[in-house]
């Protein structure tokens, strides 16, 4: 009888729990320790009188077993908890996230922090105008404080995490620190998805900006209000920094120059003239100075120069003690490359500054190895120090050493992370460049298609195509060369419709391949067709 009344004691706790009710952890807690004390009570009694001359060892052994399946029961329930609710899903372009602030150190109480943050959302929102802001700081937490140090491996990947299920177009957060005195330092940060810079993945990650000092801490209402205040106006700069983002990622770096130059001192925007906030005037002209370049990169050749001056002098605009001063490097360097390749860039030979891609060669060996990069930044820094080196061997500046192929190889062999697998295509199109210096078409047709398979860009496409065509024809393989034409070709006009490309291109695609049948042709013999 005592057993039973204990089981059912202990059953029906455990069965109103599990539909719903809740009694309190300390009256689930004795019911459930009177429950199990009576009704193990009345089983070790019955154990005893039948275990009775038992062999102590089978005792010990069948209290072992019991034991044991107990444990194993309780792990095995646990891991039926129901998961957590999904988080909401953000679905505009421009949608903003705000992952809270984390505090480091002693005095920070986590729950007036996110009060913070989602007052802070709420503020915020009555800015940013055709924006959803939403609070994520009480649904997700992310190891913010992680960003004080150089490795924050963690906090990338629960980022990676979180933007696949929120799909937030950027993130805003903050670290707050005991400053001096008792003063409070709240330092903004920024997050850029790694598919908003896909032609530049080592912009990608998170940014952290200058330390905002409150006077009094969170307690006080007053400071507090007036350091939501602030972050707001620090923050009013988004709309436009979305704005560029999304331009670059259509391949419109014109528009996106424009909404960018918006947010510099004396360009309308009430971005932040201090070096604080979350969009940071370094990180505007880090940005800058890419979509410069793409502008430089498809303009006509006439104000090429004057672009790239343009964007090297945003580089330099960001100083050496600036957080973010290895992207300006790996950013200057490749500035530096183009400029060597002249007027008419080309890497033959007679056509190239030797000494500026010397430089531009050094900077990437360096930063390619340096621990203080992130592991996608120096992946980069791997793929544009092949890229140079294969320009400087072409221009027979100097031998092919291996230094390509070990570059190359370090990226094609990257674990496949967000921002990898584009550089992973890059990587093995210039291996295909690499082996046609040798005569070695089939190697090369191999990477080209390696980087097909990786590459879902329009006009990458259409060149990458329109470059297998051309190694096919040196194989007088006229059948893979007219399907590969054809494709680079309906590549190309969805990139010209898309605005990623100059219509005049298409031109260029057929009179150039009608070249090289006509070459090939003759090179191949009567015998050929195509």
Not at 20 to 34: H, I, K, M, S, Y
Not at 120 to 138: C, G, I, M, N, P
Not at 149 to 162: A, M, N, P, S, V
Not at 345 to 359: D, F, I, N, Q, Y
Request: charge should be neutral; proline fraction near 4%; aromatic fraction near 6%.
């Amino acid at each position: 009888m005592v057993a039973g009344i204990s089981l059912s004691l202990a059953a029906s706790l455990a069965l109103a729990s599990a539909l719903g009710a809740r009694p309190g952890r300390a009256a689930t807690f004795v019911g459930v320790l009177v429950g199990v004390s009576g009704f193990l009570g009345s089983v070790s009694q019955l154990l005893r009188d039948r275990l009775v001359g038992v062999p102590r060892w089978k005792r010990v052994a069948f209290a072992t077993g019991i034991v044991g399946i107990f444990i194993g029961a309780v792990v095995l329930l646990l891991s039926f908890q129901a998961p957590p609710p999904p988080l909401h899903r953000l679905t505009g372009p421009r949608d903003v996230a705000v992952v809270g602030f984390k505090g480091n150190g002693p005095g920070q109480d986590q729950r007036v922090l996110d009060d913070v943050s989602a007052t802070f959302a709420h503020e915020l929102s009555k800015v940013l105008q055709d924006t959803t802001v939403r609070d994520y700081a009480a649904e997700y937490s992310l190891p913010l404080t992680e960003l004080l140090h150089h490795d924050h491996h963690g906090l990338d990947t629960r980022t990676k995490k979180f933007i696949d299920q929120s799909n937030a177009a950027i993130l805003l957060g903050g670290i707050v620190t005991s400053g001096d005195a008792g003063q409070t330092l709240v330092r903004p940060a920024v997050y850029v998805r790694p598919d908003q810079v896909v032609d530049a993945p080592e912009l990608a990650g998170w940014y952290i900006g200058g330390p905002l000092p409150m006077d009094a801490g969170w307690q006080s209402a007053y400071s507090r209000r007036a350091m939501v205040s602030e972050l707001v106006q620090r923050a009013r700069g988004l709309a436009d920094f979305t704005s560029a983002l999304d331009a670059w990622r259509q391949g419109n770096a014109v528009q996106a120059d424009r909404a960018l130059a918006r947010l510099l001192p004396g360009g309308g925007s009430p971005t932040s003239e201090s070096g604080t906030g979350f969009v940071t005037p370094d990180l505007v002209h880090l940005f800058r100075g890419h979509t410069l370049e793409d502008v430089a990169v498809t303009d006509p050749e006439n104000v090429r120069r004057s672009e790239l001056d343009a964007a090297r002098a945003e580089y330099l605009a960001i100083a050496d003690s600036s957080p973010i001063r290895l992207r300006a490097q790996i950013s200057l360097a490749y500035n530096t490359y183009l400029q060597a390749l002249g007027q008419h860039p080309s890497c033959a030979p007679g056509t190239v500054r030797a000494a500026e891609l010397a430089e531009a060669a050094a900077a990437f060996r360096r930063l390619a190895d340096d621990p203080a990069f992130t592991s996608l930044g120096r992946l980069k820094a791997s793929f544009d120090l092949a890229q140079v080196e294969f320009c400087r061997v072409s221009a027979e500046l100097v031998t092919d050493d291996g230094t390509i192929d070990r570059a190359l190889r370090r990226v094609r062999e990257a674990r496949r992370t967000e921002g990898v697998k584009e550089l992973v295509a890059l990587a093995a199109s210039v291996a295909a460049q690499h082996e046609v210096m040798y005569e070695r078409y089939d190697a090369a047709i191999s990477y080209l298609r390696q980087a097909l398979a990786l590459e879902a860009r329009f006009a990458l496409r259409a060149l990458w195509e329109a470059e297998l065509a051309g190694f096919a024809l040196a194989q007088c393989d006229f059948a893979t060369a007219a399907t590969a034409h054809q494709e680079s070709l309906r590549q190309l006009n969805s990139a010209i419709r898309a605005g990623t490309a100059p219509k005049e291109r298409y031109e260029t695609y057929r009179t150039d391949y009608e070249h090289q049948l006509s070459e090939a042709h003759a090179t191949c013999g009567a015998g050929s067709s195509g």
